[in-house]
T-cell receptor, first 113, second 114 residues
């Protein structure tokens, strides 16, 4: 039972570099979400998807792009990383509309120097 | 802007004591209020949730109290145990569009001392 798998778990980037975080779920969930977690800020929604081929903006979408080409995968991209994007990123998925029960991955810690 | 405010930021409780975490929300168009528990190095996991048509929900040692008129809800952990030491997040789900977007509180780090 893998659930939600995030890769990589850790990454250090230099300002201006690009990278992609991969989220994979094996539960056939329709809905997927990307959050960032920062001290004192809780979890903030970056982008989400309500099904294969769909994406939508969350609370803090600037500087990020996403794609959901396959139902099981949700990719989060940083085109030009900035120190303000240093954070722990969590992917989550749900099989119910309305995020009744979110299953989270273990997180990806990103540091931008 | 933070629509869900959580307090305290950190909490230390003795084993066997009661842990209380409070949340207040501003937007009345919320219809679902879950609590998530997060252990170090792990992702959050759903602990318990409540809808605004009930004032209390209990699951084992965990209870949510909900006050719709005051726009507040709280998590009570009875007989707190060292294994309860974790970060707790309250959240609220907006009605509009039913896209399932949760607004999370800032989190509370709970330490239960043996």
């Amino acid at each position: 039972n893998a659930g939600v798998t995030q890769t990589p778990k850790f990454r250090v980037l230099k300002t201006g570099q690009s990278m992609t975080l991969l989220c994979a779920q094996d539960m056939n969930h329709e809905y997927m979400y990307w959050y960032r977690q920062d001290p004192g800020m809780g979890l903030r929604l970056i982008h989400y998807s309500v099904g294969e081929g769909t994406t939508a903006k969350g609370e803090v979408p600037d500087g990020y792009n996403v794609s959901r080409l396959k139902k099981q995968n949700f990719l989060l991209g940083l085109e030009s990383a900035a120190p303000s994007q240093t954070s722990v990123y969590f992917c989550a998925s749900s099989n119910l509309p309305g995020a009744n029960v979110l299953t989270f991955g273990a997180g990806s810690r990103l540091t931008v120097l | 802007q933070q629509q869900v405010k959580q307090s305290p930021q950190s909490l230390i409780v003795q084993k066997g004591g009661i842990s209380i975490i409070n949340c207040a929300y501003e937007n009345t168009a919320f219809d679902y209020f879950p609590w998530y528990q997060q252990f170090p190095g792990k992702g959050p996991a759903l602990l318990i949730a409540i809808r605004p048509d009930v004032s209390e929900k209990k699951e084992g040692r965990f209870t949510i109290s909900f006050n719709k008129s005051a726009k507040q809800f709280s998590l009570h952990i009875m007989d707190s145990q060292p294994g309860d030491s974790a970060t707790y997040f309250c959240a609220a789900r907006g009605l509009a569009g039913n896209t399932g977007k949760l607004i999370f509180g800032q989190g509370t780090t709970l330490q239960v001392k043996p």
